[in-house]
């Protein structure tokens, strides 16, 4: 069994008795004895029935892993040992497989372990139902809700570091596969006082702590924070009530994870604390008192950078809030009016705003959750709810809070009475079964004493509250004196019966509760009953900006006029029990009853004395009796019958008799003794439940049997409807087959048919075609041979008529010759005469007219240059000749008309070079092309000339401009000079500097002289005059310009235009120039090897200059 494998060696070696109802002997001091065993082998669970009495270990103990949850699953409760796992796996089958409704009720005393079990109820309920991304985040959802609502909800107490100060039940809902879809949290009374106050040694909720311990630093900063718990009053003190089992930083991030999960907005996160940290920096207001002139107290509010922060959390205006703190409005004679509190006042009102926002901040968060884990899909649910209610309380001093809690416990105790001593016991009574009644204490009476309606310690209460008057603590006190006077379970100092009581003292009474007996304090009972906060304080914080606030105190509504007082704390919490009972009684209830072993939370503790007390005041002594003397199992027999009907031949499948006779056979056929079961008038009652589980197995195998009867019926009819399915479709198939196969038989022997017709006919057509083919050949052939006959006889008669017209014809034509020599030989002297010359005639004409059209075609083109003419009959070569002497006037003349003035001039120039030049010259043939430019220096452009030009304004025409080489007369050493001729003068340049070495008119030039050679030299011969300047008497002029026909051309030209008369040129091999007074003769030599300026080398000698020349075509002497 796997029960021994090694993982699940913390279930084996059972100790003691795993169920009390076991017990031998059955006394008290035996089942402590058994829980004290159990207990130190850490089998901490034993069952009482069906009850699971638990016993808190105070340490880690591994029966909560995943193998022994797979162990529990589906197993029947009494086959493994006691655990939580058993009776929910129980109670999870019961709720999935028969659809009834359960509830897990676990009670016990603060630190009994209520929580921890509540945990392991939902985690084994997680583990065994289904899987599935959906079904996981509303597992993962209601999972995490725990240690969110804990953080918020929970607290270190002197009984528990990890007390819930709220009461809690979770119902978790099931879709019909046993899948959780969702569920809804119901909280009961918040134990709020803790905010302000806590007892010595205890501390505020966790999330205080958690937040201050847990949150980033800037988390901190923006909620105006410091890590320092002792900063804060409302947790002063209670650092050293440090919990050495929780870890606030580690558990602040386990919240922020939950809350992750459930869904909140970081938004929300940020709100909620914001509403902490405004609580916290609330706490640190303080007040000092302050007397007003008119005689009443006032108050003064001292730490005004805590109110500040307090406003700014809650989005309010700090000067709001103070006077919200400070003052409160009063109606005098129907007038409202602004009165001052007094500093204890104004402490009050702090601490109520502080419990306030904190209690109505946990509703919403549980309002929060539910929003997130609730069931949308509106389909049926199967419930299972789970009660971890606060324990049962006693402490040192024991207040409101202290009688509420116990006050719920009471009814806890009372439903389990209800429901497993007096309700099972009254059965067997009325059922008729032999029955010895068990005693059992019943503490219907103290639920009475408590929630009665008039007369109970509630009803007083709210009466006291509500009472015209000054009611106060006391007089409440003296009201429940009075009504209980009498009553078993109320004590007082007041009253007779305990005026020697010492442990009683002056403003408490005693109740004496199943479980114990407490002293309460009735201080605060009004106050905290009433639960009623200012409402000039709920009106400031609706009008907070926070996005919370106007959610949490809509009664601060302005608009909301209605005055009408809201139900006490008291009353209010009796509804939500008294509806807490109704739902549990509804379901099929699971008891969980937790015991916790001692007071110091220690394990391997077992305080007998403690326990024992707990044993009796849960009843679990009676408890187990009752379920010793009675029945395990009971069931109305059709029930029965239906269910294990198929155990017995003569109940199955039907059972026509009456259920109990049906119910007896069923049990007779199984063999169960007779003492295991008793008849009762509805029902039949089971003693052991191990006869239940034997006939549960024996109906799961019996199932077995009926699923594969089952089967085989649905697995023949199945096939028989699939082989009718196919007979019909084989039908089906073959009449298509068939119709298809006809079908194409026909078309087969159609085609056939078509065939044969085809060839018949084919026979017949060919047979007539072949008759109607002879006879048109035989027309065809006697057509062709009549033909043949008939050009034939055509032909012949052609040929006859042809040699008819060649005979006539011929004699037409010799007819005619004959004629003709007739005629001829008759006209012949008279046409020599007359028509010989007129042909002639006409063919001169004709041939001139030839002439001139074919020339007119071929006229050469206009240039005047061209020299081609067409050729010509010798007869026309005068006409021809005078013809094109014309042609070439008339194009010279065309070509003439096209110049203008400027081009006329070139043309002049070039003509004067001709006349001057042609043939007179070496290269002047080379000029000819060649257009004369004139300006070769672009002088006009440039700005020193143009200054120049500006002094001489006659020489703004220019004709030429070249740099030149004047000839030195002395020495016939060559200088660069620019020569400018103007239509005036000719000026000599300095060429660099631009500056005017000589300027001669023109007209003074009488002379020039250039060699007939390639020589580029000219000589200007300048007029002398006798009384002349000084320019005139240093004689001639002597360049090399590489333009020598040009310059001398347009000088020339010039001249004849100034003076209509041509200067003297001298075109000679030997140049004649006068240098001062004396002449000298200019000799030129070809044959100028080196290169110099100018292209000529010139030697002066006394009376002569050599000018060496290079001509490529010419080599002459000296001279020549
Ligand atoms: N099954 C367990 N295994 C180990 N430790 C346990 C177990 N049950 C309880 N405890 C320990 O006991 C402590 C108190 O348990 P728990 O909070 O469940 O008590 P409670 O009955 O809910 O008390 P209260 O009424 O004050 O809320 C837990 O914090 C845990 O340390
Ligand atoms: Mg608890």
Known sequence: ???????????????????????????????????????????????????????????????????????????????????????????????????????IIISGESGAGKTEASKVIMQYVAEVSGKGENIDTVKEQLLQSNPVLEAFGNAKTNKNDNSSRFGKYMDIEFDYKGDPIGGVITNYLLEKSRVAVQMPGERNFHIFYQLLQGAKL?????????????????????????????????????????????????????????????????????????????????????????????????GCPSADLSVALTQRKVEVRGEKVKRDLSANDGMYARDALCKAIYSRMFSWLVARINDSIKVTSGIRTEVMGVLDIYGFEVFEENSFEQFIINYCNEKLQQIFIELTLKEEQEEYIKEGIEWIHIEYFNNAVICDLVEKSNVGILALLDEECMRPGNPTDLTFLEKLNQACNNHPHYESKALKKCQNDKTLTHGTFRLKHYAGNVTYKVDGFLDKNNDLLFRHLSQAMYQCKHCLMK??????????????????????????????????????????????????????????????????????????????????FRQIYLQFLYRYKMLAGPTWP??????????????????????????????????????????????????????????CVFKGWRQRTLYLLMKRSQVIISARFRGYWGQKMY????????????????????????KLKREKLEIESANVIRKFYLGYKARALLRKLKREKL????????????????????????????AGPKIARFFVIALRKKFLLDLKGKLPSLSPIDKEWPDYPKRFKAASDQLREMYHAWRCRKYRRKFNEAEKYKMKEKLMASELFKDKKEGYSKTVPKPFKGDYQNILANEKWKKLQRQNPEDNHIVFADVVQKVHRANGKSVERLLVISSQNLILIEHHSMMMKYRIPITDISA????????????????????????????????????????????????????????????????????????????FKNGLTESVPGGVKIVRKKHTMDILYNSPTQKTSSGS
Not at 287 to 310: I, K, P, Q, V, Y
């Open 654 to 711: 039907r059972w026509a008799g009456k259920p109990q006779e049906g119910v007896r056979i069923l049990l007779e056929a199984q063999g169960v003794p007779e003492d295991e079961y008793a008849f009762g008038k509805t029902k039949l009652f089971i003693r052991n439940p191990k006869t239940l589980f034997d006939m549960e197995e024996k109906r799961r195998q019996h199932m077995h049997v009926l699923a594969t009867k089952i089967q």
């Open 747 to 770: 078309k087969r022997t159609k085609q056939a048919t078509l065939v044969l017709q085809c060839f018949a006919r084919g026979w017949k057509a060919r047979a007539l075609l072949r």
């Open 807 to 834: 005979e006539i014809e011929s004699a037409i034509m010799i007819q005619k010759f004959y004629m003709g020599y007739k005629v001829r030989k008759e006209y012949q002297p008279r046409f020599r005469r007359i």
């Open 1 to 103: 069994m796997a029960l021994h494998q090694g993982s699940l060696a913390i279930l084996e070696n059972n100790v003691g008795v795993s169920d009390a109802v076991l017990l031998d002997p059955m006394t008290e001091d035996a089942f402590i004895e058994n829980l004290r065993l159990r207990y130190q082998h850490n089998q901490i669970y034993t069952y009482i029935g069906t009850v699971v009495v638990s016993v808190n270990p105070y340490k880690t103990i591994p029966l909560y892993t995943p193998s022994i949850i797979e162990e529990y699953r589906s197993r029947n409760i009494y086959e493994l040992p006691p655990h939580i796992y058993a009776i929910t796996d129980e109670a999870y089958r019961s709720m999935r497989d028969r659809h009834l409704d359960q509830c």
């Open 218 to 314: 800037n988390t901190l900063e923006s909620l105006k924070l410091t890590r320092e718990i002792d900063d804060y009053n409302i947790l002063k003190g209670t650092v050293d009530a440090d919990v050495a089992t929780m870890n606030d930083q580690k558990n602040f991030d386990t919240v922020m994870h939950g809350m992750e999960v459930i869904g909140f907005s970081s938004e929300e996160v940020t709100s909620l604390f914001q509403l902490i940290a405004s609580i916290l920096k609330l706490g640190n207001v303080e007040f000092s008192h302050r007397s007003n002139e008119d005689g009443t107290d006032g108050c003064d509010l001292s730490n005004m950078a805590a109110l500040d922060d307090a406003a700014a959390l809650l």
């Open 1008 to 1083: 020039m002289s250039v060699s007939p050679h390639p020589d580029n030299t000219i000589v200007f011969h300048i007029q002398r005059h006798e009384n002349g300047d000084g320019l005139s008497k240093k004689g001639d002029f002597v360049f090399l310009c590489e333009h020598t026909i040009e310059l001398v051309s347009k000088v020339c030209l010039l001249i004849k235009n100034l003076t209509e008369k041509l200067p003297e040129l001298h075109i000679a091999p030997l140049l004649k120039a006068r240098f001062g007074k004396s002449e000298v003769q200019l000799s």
């Open 551 to 632: 959610g949490l105190f809509p009664e601060g509504n302005p608009s909301q006029k209605s005055l009408k007082r809201p139900a006490t704390a008291g009353s209010q919490f009796k509804i939500s029990v008294t509806e807490l009972m109704k739902n549990l009684s509804s379901k099929n209830p699971n008891y969980i009853r937790c015991i916790k072993p001692n007071n110091s939370k220690a394990a391997n503790n077992f305080d007998e004395g403690l326990v024992r007390h707990q044993v009796r005041y849960l009843g679990l002594m009676e408890n187990v009796r009752v379920k010793r003397a009675g029945y395990a």
